[in-house]
């Protein structure tokens, strides 16, 4: 059975750029199933950026705005305290699709909306909690915040999540977000980096055309 594998970052910009092409593409070929993984952005980064480093992101988030018309609020970068790690919000979404697979890609949508269009500072556990919880809830999948810390801060989630970003760097990814169709062992790359609907239903099904004209 085919499914896309999603290898993305909930704190990149990009990435949540395409969540709308993303959507537009499941819509319609529906029924396909996918998969997240998260592939680490800023992973394990504890370094405050310096003047030049916000200046550099606000340009990058002017650009994707630009690109998406998507809603940014670049409140976050202003702190002079924030350290733009993203393994938590990573490990939040290793947490959910621990918690309940199939709304999963639902809180990667959620974090990235809280990150970028409302400043949340998805580092944190406590944010992290509420917004994961809130989004499962809406897809019927009720989970307390102390049972999605308790996933989130657990060695497995942990490990799950250095695990992504390992098997990421082994496939030896150009950027994010980058969409992988897999039918049976064979993986395929549909897109590395931001593509925009039409082009890239255009994409999938070029590659599904193509394996359907393999001789049997």
Not at 31 to 44: E, S
Not at 186 to 215: F, K, N
Request: proline share 6%; with cysteine; glycine share 6%.
């Amino acid at each position: 059975m085919s499914r896309l594998i999603y290898i993305a970052d909930p704190m990149c910009a990009w990435c949540y750029g395409f969540g709308p092409e993303l959507a537009a593409l499941l819509e319609g070929v529906p029924g396909l199933p996918v998969d997240v993984m998260v592939g680490g952005l800023r992973p394990y980064n504890k370094a405050v950026p310096d003047a030049e480093a916000r200046a550099d992101l606000k340009a990058q988030w002017e650009k994707v705005a630009k690109e998406t018309n998507l809603p940014f609020s670049t409140a976050i970068l202003d702190r002079k305290d924030f350290a733009y790690d993203t393994e938590p919000a990573c490990r939040a979404v290793v947490a959910a699709r621990k918690l309940a697979p199939a709304a999963s890609l639902y809180v990667f949508h959620e974090i990235q909306r809280a990150f970028f269009s409302e400043g949340k500072d998805v580092t944190q556990g406590e944010v992290l909690a509420e917004i994961a919880c809130r989004a499962l809830a809406e897809q019927g999948f009720p989970v307390d915040e102390a049972t999605f810390l308790a996933t989130w801060n657990s060695d497995i989630a942990v490990k799950a999540t250095n695990d992504d970003f390992l098997l990421a760097d082994k496939w030896d990814l150009k950027g994010f977000p980058t969409l992988v169709l897999e039918r049976g062992k064979e993986l395929d790359l549909v897109t590395a980096g931001y593509v925009a609907m039409p082009r890239l239903i255009e994409l999938l099904l070029t590659l599904v055309e193509e394996d359907s004209q393999q001789p049997a």
